[in-house]
């Protein structure tokens, strides 16, 4: 009896802490919705991943003015229209070949003829190189958006027009981060619309006065004390050494904390558990927290509920007036984006509220396709990674073909 006793009690919470454990974050039922090709396209690289589906692909240098060495990945079709693709904060060129041949953007535009370069901004893991900096140095990682719109998008648009004879204009497709620099890019150096044929913002982010993500809301009100305290470690990188978090998120978010990545992913971008497939988990981790600059997202978190689109604020009235020209920043002038510009958007987006999308439309002078998803649920990675991204993806070459057309 007293052996029973023992047992009992040794046996009841260990059978509700294993109950928890599967309940929570199983590792045997998860490893059962691992998917094997997401294991395996998750460790290769861009190039990698384009030639496994048989396509060709090269990779080009190009340098910023600044001197930043940024990595252009191309899927080339020499003759074809040239479209400029672009990714989100934390992202790299993968995002628009992540899902393979049939589902992500950059592939269906090659099977139609588009010449297609896919960026990587600068900082992330395909461009660490700088003509005068070492990536260990405060001045490498000094930039946010406002240098990826004044250098790095005029360099890539410069360099890919030189290398598509017979054509002055290219088409463009952004996401998140990557629509944020193209406004800043319009605003700041407008002789570029003129190169531009269409731009095409997915999930675009400009404002941020209706921004409603718990997460993001609870740490806009640290932010500073947080970035202090990680520059005086002399951190300057998001996140710190991002290539080693980037494999150890890999690992940990696919066979043994799925659940609880997948959760607070959602709750950051949006809760929609029937367009993300949980499978692809691997796949997704393998390539994002491709890293940035924590100014990036300082920058970012200036934005929130700031009633603006404002450049960077130095938070002293000397710095501003230095990098400004006044003691507090101005906003960017979104009317001077005056190419052909197509929106999509979604109401579950946590991070590109329908609400702010519209004040920007209304911003824009040259809006030719306004187009809300249907799906409420719709958040901001479903436009590269849901389960009907090909929602987004028809409309946006049907808007392309129809500008080629000189339909729109």
Not at 51 to 73: C, I, N, Q
Not at 280 to 288: E, K, N, Q, R, S
Not at 297 to 304: C, F, M, R, V
Not at 358 to 371: A, E, F, M, S
Request: with cysteine.
């Amino acid at each position: 009896m007293f052996r029973n006793l023992i047992l009992n009690r040794t046996t009841c919470p260990l059978a509700v802490g294993l109950w928890l454990f599967l309940s929570l974050n199983p590792v045997s039922s998860n490893l059962i919705r691992v998917n094997k090709v997401a294991l395996e396209d998750g460790q290769l690289i861009t190039p990698e991943l384009i030639m496994k589906y048989g396509y060709p692909a090269e990779t080009h240098k190009v340098v910023a003015k600044d001197g930043f060495v940024l990595t252009v990945h191309r899927i080339p079709k020499p003759g074809g229209q040239p479209v400029l693709m672009v990714h989100g904060l934390l992202d790299s060129s993968v995002a628009y070949v992540i899902l393979g041949p049939g589902r992500s953007l950059g592939f269906l535009l090659s099977d139609l003829g588009y010449d297609i370069w896919l960026l990587n901004t600068r900082g992330n893991r395909y461009s660490r190189k700088h003509k005068r900096y070492h990536r260990y140095q405060p001045q490498f990682w000094d930039f946010s958006f406002h240098e990826l719109g004044l250098y790095d998008l005029p360099a890539a648009v410069d360099y890919v027009l030189a290398r598509s004879p017979g054509f002055q204009q290219l088409h463009y497709v952004g996401h998140s981060q990557g629509t944020t620099s193209f406004f800043v890019m319009g605003s700041e150096r407008p002789t570029y619309m003129r190169k531009v044929k269409s731009m095409h913002a997915l999930a675009p982010v400009a404002y941020w006065d209706h921004i409603d993500s718990p997460i993001l809301l609870t740490l806009i009100k640290y932010m500073r004390p947080i970035v202090t305290l990680l520059r005086t470690f002399g951190i300057y990188e998001a996140p710190p050494e991002s290539e080693v978090w980037r494999k150890l998120l890999q690992r940990l978010c696919s066979f043994v904390f799925q659940n609880t990545c997948t959760y607070l992913l959602q709750e950051v971008m949006g809760v929609d558990y029937q367009q993300f497939n949980t499978s692809l988990v691997p796949l997704v981790l393998g390539h994002t927290q491709a890293g940035s600059s924590l100014k990036s997202i300082e920058h970012y978190g200036q934005q929130i509920h700031s009633g603006g689109f404002f450049k960077y604020d130095y938070y002293n009235a000397w710095e501003n007036r230095r990098h400004h020209g006044a003691d507090r920043p101005p906003q960017y002038n979104v009317s001077r984006v005056d190419c052909k510009v197509a929106l999509y958007y979604s109401k579950n987006d946590r991070l590109s509220s329908d609400i702010d999308v519209v004040r920007l439309r209304d911003g824009l002078p040259n809006v030719i396709l306004d187009y809300l998803v249907a799906d409420e649920r719709f958040n901001h990675i479903n436009f590269i990674w849901g389960n009907n991204v090909n929602t987004i993806n028809d409309r946006v070459l049907e808007v392309i073909q129809k500008v080629d057309a000189g339909e729109l």
